[in-house]
Nanobody, 122 residues
């Protein structure tokens, strides 16, 4: 079973920055085997993809809504993935969760953290 713990959320004014962390405290495989992603869910809205990163960290992808403002990265030595968020706007207010994905034979398994709240005031 994989355990993911997010941190770094908080309340900031528009234009501010936050750096979220998601540490994998328990896993069945080496952390490099997990592709990682960040999602967010605003009140009364569905879950929205934010960004993902390959196990090696060589490939990343961001949603158009955050491109140029958010950057995903990872440190496999620390079993941690980060989401640097700059120029935050009120529309970024949401609970941010990380997700780990691993493929084993013909199956894909994914695991979620509990999430961390980000609130941006205008």
């Amino acid at each position: 079973q994989v355990q993911l713990v997010e941190s770094g959320g908080g309340s900031v004014p528009a234009g501010g920055s936050l750096n979220l962390s998601c540490i994998c405290t328990r896993s069945g495989y080496s952390f490099i085997n997990y592709a990682m992603a960040w999602f967010r869910q605003a009140p009364a809205k569905g879950r929205e993809f934010v960004a993902n990163i390959a196990g090696t960290g060589m490939t990343t992808y961001q949603a158009n809504s955050v491109k140029g403002r958010f950057m995903i990265s990872r440190d496999n030595a620390k079993n941690t993935v980060y989401l640097q968020m700059n120029n935050l706007q009120p529309g970024d207010t949401a609970v941010y969760s990380c997700k780990a994905v691993v493929g084993v034979l013909d199956f894909t398994y994914d695991y979620w953290g509990q999430g961390t709240q980000v609130t941006v005031s205008s």
